[in-house]
């Protein structure tokens, strides 16, 4: 489960209690609770989200909206 500031940023969350993203930009590390949250509710079959389960694991669950990523710039071709 990545966190928010991982999955807005398109950044690899390492799924620790804080994850070295948030660590190291010194922001508080919180996961985004699913609209399923209860154990066994989940129809998704790869979903990003928090569950029930994932509460032992993370002490920062939230219960957000929806939110967006950061626009990522299109890369530039190289020419060779």
Sequence with gaps: VACIHCYQNHLQCD??????????NNS?????????Y???T?????CTRA????ERRFSSIVN?????????SPRKSRKR
């Design 51 to 54: 569950h029930e389960e994932d």
């Design 64 to 72: 957000t909206e929806h939110f967006s990523r950061a626009v990522k």
């Design 38 to 40: 209860a154990t066994g």
């Design 42 to 46: 989940c129809d998704r079959k790869h």
């Design 15 to 24: 799924n620790r209690r804080t994850c070295f993203h948030c660590y190291d």
């Design 28 to 36: 508080q590390c919180r996961r985004t609770a699913c609209a399923d």
